[in-house]
């Protein structure tokens, strides 16, 4: 394969047509991209009421490879039912992750009993039986239920509000392992979780740090916003342990110019040490200070905590900073130089920053640094935290959480005359070791693969093995399905976005919620995740007080509720006949008024932590490939990268020199949680010395379940390992 050198371009068109054809044709692709569904894959937000490939400043055609994948993925054929009886268990182990995505949809209930060899279909009515039964015999705290965020805000708040009058609060979603850290730092400095702005402000940025993520690969349609950026004079200063190929050039397929010639897109590229972030965001601000470009106006009139600021910044020295970012005055200089040019400032980042112990500290970090130059309560600057599921964040407003908001437990006790539990909540790796301790025996998964993306893989294994039943809701096998088993497991089939009966409602990252249309069911056997949710209600409930939850198999009964209890989504109650999709408001700031106890941001002060590893480590980061959206993997070639497997290490040359490694060797990489054998070796010279990467979820066998204490997200990053010949 020819080494690519920008992202994007014409491999991406003849990727199009290639799905095209696997998928039935052109025609047909196009029919299912142009339904008026949001996007189901990332968070950037696409399609809705504007139609399909359409963003939310209405630009068309916006499409990228990860939606191509995501529909070609629900368009595939049914598993026939001799399937299950052809491929056992360990057969299915044997499976990598993209094997398992392409078995096809799941179309029919089936039951793993532990020791059996395999998967048995059943019907719908013994499933729900199953299920009931287990749910009447236990207490409701030893259950969990876990969230992903691909779910609808219909299906997602009735399975929180089922779980909760069930008797638990163990109610989590997956930003618990990847953008909790956002919501809890963006909410200590300005008391609201999510992104600033809108994707018109971004549009109209005059500079853009990209901090710790790589939407070349993961949001790829951010980057005709980069590139708009770039052709009107603005920076691009991209922060990242790897130099990423799409973020350094950039064909934008929609874009003849682009596509023909490219378009550069970092105008700054600065690689610090995994986990030298905080070190590197602290230099910045303390340069801006120094050469008296912060903004003092904004920072005493909307700021909390500006001397203690500008005190922590005179006494923090530059040769701890240097020594603990890996970066050089000189390139610190740069930044806070270019930044200081800046009118329009958006600070945007993944998970570079919120997979470190100090992941919070790291956004806190971040938005200290916009403040510094007031660039927060603007419009066409703020802050922007790169989310992933495409409704992880509507996931989170219906109440997808341990604990209630307040407003929320309130509105929901007084609209139906109930008393909600008042028990703390599990977040997520407590229910992981809630399963192992058996005081939690029962788990449902909405969506998602619990399994997959949990650090410690051997420890994820045998928690859930230790649970008495684990169901999973699901439109395809992975990798959970295979490896994370109880001792008795269901997987019920459930409808994909764009086939539900009944239009549903999403939120992006932006704070825009869309209403999706559904369509047409592509198999008879898959159920709505919202009638799956509403039969295990009746039949474990039948009736709570004023609930009838057959009644509740009704998306719109569901949000004329969600109008009543959630904050901010009152017009959802007539969306579906309005079309109106809407910004929920009180989230985005174009004045400095922030949510906080004194209406003023609060800057916070953070000691830097010392990089990980000791002589002889090497400092582990594990991400996504160009073929995979989160644990999902459709293609095992990492393009940007170059990279032609999964299983294998990437390390500087200069480090395999020092070690006396070499290309394609085979090796032993070991962390304190965990060893895997057999990884071979690739020089990979955009990756600093002394750092070296590996593919998520599969290396998640050596990330251990240290957590952030405030945000609970496990450090996937930068984490101590060693190779050894084998
Ligand atoms: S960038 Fe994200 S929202 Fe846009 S088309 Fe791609 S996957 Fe969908």
């Not at 019907?123 to 729900?128: N, S, V």
């Amino acid at each position: 394969m020819r080494k690519i050198t920008s992202g994007g371009g014409w491999p991406a068109v003849f990727y199009t047509f290639r799905k095209a054809r696997e998928m039935g044709g052109v025609f047909k692709l196009w029919q299912a991209m142009r339904s008026k569904n949001a996007c189901k894959t990332c968070a950037l937000g696409m399609g809705g009421q504007k139609g399909g490939m359409v963003n939310e400043v209405g630009s068309f055609p916006e499409v990228c490879k990860k939606s191509l994948q995501a529909m070609a993925a629900d368009l595939q054929a049914g598993i026939k039912p001799e399937f299950w009886q052809k491929y056992s268990l360990p057969q299915l182990k044997s499976l990598s992750p993209r094997e398992l995505e392409h078995c096809g949809r799941l179309v029919e209930p089936v039951v793993h009993k532990a020791g059996a060899s395999h998967y048995t279909p059943i019907t719908w009515e013994e499933a729900f039986t199953r299920i009931a039964e287990k749910l009447k015999e236990l207490s409701a705290d030893e259950t969990f239920w876990y969230f992903s965020g691909r779910s609808s805000n219909e299906a997602g708040f009735l399975l929180q509000l089922f779980a909760r009058i069930y008797g638990t609060n163990n109610v989590n979603n997956c930003s618990f392992y990847c953008h909790q850290a956002s919501g809890v730092g963006l909410a200590s400095v300005l008391g609201t979780g999510t992104a600033t702005l809108m994707l018109e402000d971004v549009e109209h940025a005059d500079c853009l740090f990209l901090i710790g993520g790589n939407p070349a690969s993961n949001h790829p349609r951010l980057m005709s916003t980069l590139k708009h950026i770039r052709r009107n004079g603005g920076e691009v200063i991209v922060i990242n342990p790897v130099i990423e190929t799409g973020l350094v050039n950039f064909s934008v397929p929609s874009d003849p110019w682009s596509l023909m010639f490219g378009t550069k897109i970092a105008s700054l590229y600065v690689q610090p040490q995994i986990g030298g972030d905080l070190a590197l965001l602290t230099g910045i601000a303390k340069k801006i200070v120094e050469m008296g470009k912060h903004d003092i106006p904004f920072l005493t009139a909307h700021c909390d905590g500006w001397p203690q600021y500008q005190e922590h910044l005179a006494n923090t020295a530059w040769s701890e900073i240097c020594e603990k970012s890996g970066i050089g005055i000189d390139e610190i200089t740069a930044m806070a130089k270019r930044y200081a040019k800046s009118k329009h400032t958006v600070f945007a980042w993944t998970m570079g920053i919120t997979h470190h112990a100090h992941g919070v500290e790291n956004v806190e970090a971040i938005a200290n640094l916009a403040l510094l130059r007031g660039m927060v309560g603007r419009p066409h600057a703020g802050l922007m935290p790169i989310r992933g599921h495409s409704n992880i964040q509507g996931i989170g407003t219906v109440g997808v959480t341990p604990k209630l908001k307040d407003a929320i437990f309130e509105r929901l006790q007084s609209t139906f005359q109930i008393k909600l539990p008042t028990t703390p909540g599990r977040d997520t790796l407590a229910c992981m070791e809630g399963a192992m301790s058996r005081e939690l025996k029962f788990g449902l998964c909405l969506g998602g693969n619990l399994y997959g993306s949990n650090p410690d893989a051997a420890y994820a294994g045998k928690s859930l093995a230790q649970l008495d039943q684990l169901v999973y809701l699901s439109t395809t096998l992975n990798t959970g399905h295979a490896h994370g088993l109880a001792r008795e497991t269901i997987i019920l089939p459930v409808l994909a976005r764009d086939e539900e009966p009944e239009p549903t409602t999403q939120e992006s990252m932006f704070n825009y919620v869309r209403l999706s249309d559904g369509g047409p069911a592509r198999h008879a056997g898959p159920m709505s995740e919202i009638h799956v949710v509403a039969e295990i209600a009746d039949r474990v409930l039948k009736q709570s007080g004023p609930i009838v939850w057959q009644e509740m198999k009704s998306a719109q009964t569901i949000r004329e509720t969600l109008a009543k209890v959630i904050p901010g989504l009152e017009s959802v109650a007539t969306i579906a006949q309005t079309k109106a999709e809407f910004q929920i408001p009180g989230r985005t700031f174009h004045t400095p008024t922030f949510p906080t106890p004194s209406g003023r941001a609060q800057l916070r002060t953070h000691e830097l932590p010392t990089l990980a590893g000791a002589p002889g480590e090497y400092r582990l980061m594990t991400l996504r490939s160009e073929g995979q959206f989160n644990t999902v993997v459709y293609e095992d070639f990492d393009l940007y990268r170059n990279i032609d497997r999964r299983d294998v290490i990437l390390m500087h040359p200069d480090d395999l020199q020092l070690a006396g490694l070499f290309e394609d060797q085979r090796v032993i990489v070991k962390s304190t949680t965990g060893e895997m054998q057999g990884i071979r070796i690739r020089a990979f010279k955009n990756v600093r010395p002394g750092n070296v990467v590996m593919y998520y979820p599969e290396a998640n066998i050596l990330v251990p379940r240290t957590v952030d204490p405030r945000s609970k997200t496990p450090a996937f990053k930068a984490i101590p390992v060693t190779v050894k010949a084998m």
